[in-house]
């Protein structure tokens, strides 16, 4: 039985280049570019989904759990928005970058050093965010089990990833990491990425059913992501527990 998705190998590639989270320049520059468009999704989302009326902090009393929070790149604007946030993240290098920027900043943000499976929590959460991180665990559906235990009824979860395509490849690896040099080289894995219907089916077997499926594009001329029905390389979806 698995009892562990930390797959140690894309931990130590992530906790090498730690420092660099706060760096819009850095290593982490298209996580950066990426931030703005996740920010108004997640924020318009639970909004809607909630019936938030609050427009000064809209996510005022909101419990969130920013699975894979790396350096806290979204952890703090959901912070500054009014939520209660907690960020779980199994690499310790990862989660001091994080609380050394989020004390930096006068924000009250509680970070620790775990997986999903072994975070001890009385408390349930509002709202869950795994936003590329699935495709860098060791086993999807065992990660998405220990996530689903950990949000309330009714709760949202957002899963941002990318599909398994062979333009995903071209453009995703090929193009992002070899050519653009967005990405250090053996970022991701093509194996890993995962096609949305068998993220659907996965979340269905552990309670949770899709809400809203989203494809996310990137416009070179503009150098800006945007929403779109395109879902052939990344794409975000909502998940409601029931």
């Known amino acids: 039985m698995k009892t562990n998705t930390i797959n140690k190998e894309e931990i130590e590639k992530f906790s090498k280049i730690a420092d660099e989270w706060w760096d819009p320049s850095g290593k982490f520059k298209p996580l950066h570019k990426f931030n703005p468009i996740r920010i108004s ?8 989904i909630f019936k938030i009326k609050n427009e000064n902090k809209p996510l005022e009393r909101i419990k969130i759990l920013d699975i894979g929070c790396g350096g806290g790149l ?19 290098k990862n989660i ?17 050093c775990t ?8 408390n349930k959460f509002d709202v869950i965010l795994n936003m590329e991180i699935i495709e860098h665990v060791e086993d999807v559906d065992f990660f998405l089990k220990s996530c689903s235990k950990l949000l309330k009824k009714n709760g949202i979860m957002f899963v941002a990833t990318l599909n398994k ?4 490849y071209i453009f ?8 653009l040099r967005w990405l250090p ?12 219907n068998h993220l659907i089916d996965s979340l269905k077997k552990h309670n949770l059913k899709v809400d ?22 990344n794409y975000i979806g909502r998940f409601i527990k029931y």
């Open 74 to 92: 979204l952890s703090e604007p959901m912070k500054r928005l009014g939520a209660d946030v907690v960020g779980i993240d199994a690499s310790n």
């Open 212 to 233: 809203k499926i989203d494809g996310m594009k990137f416009n070179i001329i503009k150098d800006e992501w945007s929403i779109s029905s395109d879902k052939s390389i």
């Open 172 to 179: 995703a690896i090929i193009g992002a990491e070899y050519i």
């Open 115 to 122: 997986s999903p499976e072994d975070f001890e929590t009385k």
């Open 96 to 112: 001091q970058v994080a609380k050394i920027h989020a004390k930096k900043n006068k924000l009250d943000i509680k970070y620790i």
């Open 41 to 48: 999704y997640i924020k318009d989302s639970i909004t809607n």
């Open 185 to 196: 080289i053996g970022t991701h894995d093509w194996e890993k990425f995962i096609k949305p």
């Open 165 to 168: 395509t062979l333009k995903s």
